[in-house]
């Protein structure tokens, strides 16, 4: 099998109805659609299956969901820098994915052919980092950077290596669990640096971790990469205690570290993958009461409108009415927050 990026493409392989077919062409009008082998042979769990499907649910966009939910544009000093919190970066060199979440929060960015940094926009974006000294670590997203050719990403690592106060790099990437067969000699040899580098896995639902995806994550571990994974809270497909605990699990026992659950984002067309905030803490309050510390993420919310990430817990977020929420931001201002489910 291939991968499948068209409405057609989906009905062939009898994965949509015919009936819906005008709604989901339209949401691919919309918002990029790619499914690749790997999570396709992973279909008959539901788990995998809304990650990547479209649906016509995506046509419903609320006047609160946001075309940039969490401010990246106010931060961009040039193109495919982000530069929010004063020490880290995000260095976007290209917006493409070997798939396409249907959750995603830069989903009005990804897929577009004009988001791809050109050889002298890579080199300013590059300048600006040898620039400010305060950068201490540059973090690889887009987009997935591993979904670059070996050369180019082998290119990027050099210059950054080169730069002597970034001291940490790194990757966040859904490769290894979406083609690991992009795991090859070539790309461990390429990840095998001098600097501290880090590879952060996106992973929702135990179901994802096939015996191939497991592989690639073994070699990748072997190989010396500290691995680390992040995690979006969605509903139905991983909005318990029961399917949270077990990936969680499931991750440290192949030596991935959880190390973020995010609280959805406020993206165009998602609100029926939204958890609420309320429902998020009694499931993270309750895996606290079974689960090792080392298998924890920290579950946290990004600010809309760029104003960091913040723990979801009662330090920072505080109930201010029937689902109205007040949060302490990293700059210590306080701004109102709904989910708007
Ligand atoms: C999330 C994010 C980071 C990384 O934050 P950590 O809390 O260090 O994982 C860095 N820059 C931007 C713009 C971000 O959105
Ligand atoms: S892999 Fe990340 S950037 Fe790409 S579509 Fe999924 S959530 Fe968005």
């Not at 008959?44 to 946001?66: A, D, F, T």
């Not at 300013?124 to 591993?146: C, F, M, Q, R």
């Not at 979904?147 to 730069?163: C, G, N, R």
């Not at 699990?249 to 993958?273: C, M, N, W």
Request: proline share 5%.
């Amino acid at each position: 099998m291939t991968y499948l990026r068209t409405s057609s493409d989906l009905l062939k392989h009898k994965l949509i109805a015919e009936d819906k077919i005008e709604a989901i062409e339209k949401v691919a009008e919309q918002f990029q659609v790619s499914l690749s082998p790997e999570v396709i042979k992973a279909f008959e769990h539901e788990e995998v299956r809304q990650q990547y499907l479209p649906s016509e649910n995506e046509l419903k966009i609320l006047p609160e969901e946001l075309r940039d939910p969490i401010g990246d544009q106010t931060f961009t000093p040039v193109k495919g820098i982000t530069h929010r919190y004063p020490d880290r970066v995000l260095l976007k060199p290209l917006h493409t994915c070997s798939v396409y979440c249907r959750f995603c929060f830069r989903r009005e960015k990804v897929g577009q052919a004009d988001e791809i940094l050109r050889q002298g926009e890579l080199k300013k974006a590059l300048n600006y980092i040898k620039d400010h000294k305060e950068i201490w670590e540059v973090i690889l997203t887009g987009g997935d950077p591993l979904s670059l050719s070996a050369k180019k990403l082998s290119a990027i690592l050099d210059e950054l290596e080169a730069i002597e106060h970034v001291k940490i790099i790194r990757i966040h990437t859904r490769i290894p669990l979406v083609a690991p067969e992009k795991v090859t000699d070539e790309l461990l040899e390429v990840l095998d640096r001098e600097k501290a580098t880090y590879l952060i896995l996106h992973c929702n639902s135990h179901k994802e971790l096939s015996d191939d995806v497991k592989k690639a994550i073994k070699r990748l571990s072997k190989s010396g990469l500290p691995l680390l994974s992040q995690s979006v809270l969605l509903k139905n497909i991983n909005d318990s205690t029961e399917k949270l605990e077990k990936l969680f699990r499931s991750l440290l026992e192949i030596r991935v570290k959880p190390y973020y659950l995010h609280h959805p984002d406020l993206a165009q067309g998602t609100s029926h993958f939204r958890v609420s905030l309320e429902n998020g803490r009694q499931i993270t309050a309750d895996l606290r009461k079974t689960l090792s510390g080392l298998a924890q993420p920290l579950y946290v919310l990004d600010v809309p409108g760029g104003l960091g990430k913040v723990p979801a817990g009662k330090e920072f977020i505080q109930e201010s009415g029937k689902e109205a929420w007040k949060i302490q931001t990293i700059h210590d201002t306080f701004v109102d927050y709904q989910d708007y489910l």
